[in-house]
């Protein structure tokens, strides 16, 4: 699924939108994995209401240089090969 906003919108704010499309079209989905821009309490507290868990993979900054991280840029490594 593809949403596009304009430059003023949040991207925690337009993620919000897509939890209704998401559940509207795929009521089998309960687990969502997100970047650490999307730890909002917003977004948080209507995932919760929408039924979903949403789990944050955050880059270990400790660690210097470039690490594939578990879930972390999935649809970019899919679509990029």
């Not at 939108?17 to 917003?42: E, M, N, Q, S, T």
């Amino acid at each position: 699924m593809v949403n596009l906003t304009t430059a003023d919108i949040a991207d925690s704010a337009g993620a919000r939108a897509i939890l209704d499309a998401i559940r509207k079209r795929w009521l089998w989905i309960k687990h969502l994995f997100a970047d650490g821009v999307y730890d909002r309490r917003k977004l948080m507290d209507k995932a919760a209401l929408e039924d979903f868990v949403i789990e944050i993979v955050r880059r270990i900054d400790s660690d210097p240089g470039f690490k594939v991280l578990p879930r972390r840029w999935v649809v970019e490594r899919t679509f990029g090969k």
